[in-house]
């Protein structure tokens, strides 16, 4: 059910006039006056309930969904963090036994968390407002791409250790809009599943409160590291405190350690919460603990000892998988070496000469190979910026080496985006205890309108399967996310 036809929804645009910056006669606010008088009475009595529908009280009157119990996050940063927090998403999904709303790629950087050794972080309730409103644009612009079209979540849902839905089905059932989210410029089309939208969004961010239909955790890195299962350590202190020198700049936080079941699972005012919203869940080993979530094992819970061993390694969907492999086979068609080196953004422009010095070491120590040495180059550095350091040299001396490196503008790379926005693996996941069928709601017959941006993921992909081996940039997520995918032969599988 549409709530504006589409006929309706360019009546309703047409009387937005444009935002002038200057010149605002009084004439122009009377005629804006009357504009909005006449449009009133007209939006009236062609559909008195779809104002009504609108209204906030009676926006999402938190909808049972057959009783199902879900939670979401707010992930950020670069893809390879997203992907971590999407693992800790699981873990905390199957131990809470909630559904978890699998949400899309972000933009690289697009929103940031800060720094949690500093104890300097964006606030669960502000990063769940950013990570929402990123999302409703990337739908907006028809940019989505679902965590789920690049990781093959699909044996970990079909071994029924989690529960999954896709955002957009989550958001049109839960928010109750119903939208081909599929269709780029859809929302445009039609402003009020925007306010729509919007309210939902206030509500599921947690920006109206706690209620009986979400539970807005507010505990983050600052003041909690989570734990499950882990004697009886719930509510001790953490070995990681504000140091003197934070304490100085008045950062006064007092981490706990705290069990995540006992707080948000049965018993707890958050269990009854249709939705759980988390902010972060990003974790990193740091100074003997965990930032925010130490959870290694689960010695008395063998379901979720299980989703932790498979959540360890989660490989590409076949799409970009086999990419890869076609990148290899017909492209450099010989073994090669796979160098990511990471050169521009962030810490890592300080560091090139350790990057190179890396790469170096191997690239000699492959020198009693038959030359020329193949080597595939995944690097932020544009091509014309290669001169004047290691990788122009390599790139010189033809004779010996033979380097290889894709682009956005590939063939390769704009065909396997196409079939990847076909597959719309994310939207699969639109079932939920098999009562529902999300995907019935969220029709996809348009096509999308932008090709989404899957060359880091290919290049990924190449990377596994480079046989003469791998040298990364230290520190690098991506060169950890490369190994480890080496490490489980995700090439081979
Ligand atoms: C988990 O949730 C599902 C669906 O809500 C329910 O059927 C099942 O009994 C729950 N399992 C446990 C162990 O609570
Ligand atoms: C890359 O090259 C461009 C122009 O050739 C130059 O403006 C830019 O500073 C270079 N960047 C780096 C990181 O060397």
């Not at 950062?251 to 988390?278: C, H, M, N, Q, W």
């Amino acid at each position: 059910m549409n709530l504006l036809s589409t006929s309706r929804a360019t009546t309703l645009r047409s009387w937005h006039p444009k935002r002038q910056a200057s010149q605002r006669s009084p004439l122009l606010y009377l005629t804006l006056l009357f504009s909005l008088l006449v449009f009133l009475f007209y939006f009236f009595s062609l559909s008195p309930d779809s104002l009504l529908k609108t209204r906030i009280s009676d926006s999402p009157k938190c909808p049972s969904l057959g009783g199902e119990k879900f939670l979401w996050y707010a992930p950020h940063s670069g893809f390879n963090n997203q992907l971590l927090e999407l693992k800790n998403a699981v873990l905390m999904a199957g131990i809470l036994n909630r559904t978890l709303v699998v949400p899309p790629v972000l933009d690289h950087h697009a929103v940031a968390l800060g720094s949690c050794p500093k104890f300097r972080v964006s606030a669960p309730n502000e990063i769940r407002v950013l990570v929402w409103d990123h999302v409703i644009e990337l739908i907006r612009s028809g940019r989505y791409v679902s965590m789920a079209d690049i990781v093959d979540m699909s044996s970990l849902v079909s071994s029924s250790l989690v529960r999954v839905i896709d955002f957009r089905v989550f958001i049109s059932l839960w928010c109750n809009v119903n939208v081909d989210f599929a269709c780029h410029g859809k929302l445009d089309a039609q402003p009020s599943l925007l306010d729509r939208l919007k309210q939902c969004g206030s509500l599921l961010t947690g920006l109206q409160g706690n209620d009986k239909c979400l539970y807005a955790v507010n505990e983050d890195c600052r003041t909690t590291v989570w734990t499950y299962q882990s004697g009886n350590e719930d509510g001790v202190l953490d070995s990681f405190q504000p140091d003197e020198k934070l304490k100085k700049k008045k950062i006064s936080y007092v981490r706990k350690r705290r069990d995540v079941f006992k707080t948000l699972g049965p018993g707890s005012e958050a269990e009854s919460a249709s939705v759980l919203a988390f902010g972060s869940l990003f974790t990193a080993p740091y100074k003997g603990s965990e930032l925010l979530i130490d959870i290694h094992e689960s010695p008395r819970d063998q379901r979720i000892g299980s989703l932790m061993e498979k959540i360890e390694f989660l490989p590409f969907t076949p799409e970009i998988m086999s990419a890869g492999k076609k990148f290899a086979l017909d492209t450099i068609k010989a073994p090669f070496l796979c160098a990511q080196l990471r050169l521009l953004d962030g810490q890592f422009k300080n560091h090139w000469k350790v990057t190179f010095q890396g790469l170096k070491q191997k690239v000699d120590a492959l020198m009693q190979n038959p030359l020329p040495i193949h080597i595939f180059v995944m690097t932020d550095l544009p091509e014309s910026n290669w001169t004047g350091n290691y990788l122009g040299d390599l790139a010189k001396d033809s004779n010996q080496f033979k380097l290889f490196f894709l682009k956005e503008i590939d063939q390769l790379i704009i065909q396997t985006a196409k079939r990847i926005a076909d597959a719309d693996h994310g939207l699969k996941f639109g079932s939920f205890a098999n009562s529902h069928d999300g995907t019935d709601q969220v029709k996809k017959d348009c096509p999308s309108a932008v090709i989404p941006d899957v060359l880091l993921y290919i290049e990924q992909a190449v990377c596994i399967c480079a046989s003469l081996g791998f040298v990364g940039t230290a520190g690098s997520t991506i060169a950890g996310s490369i190994e480890l995918m080496r490490k489980f032969g995700a090439c081979s599988s």
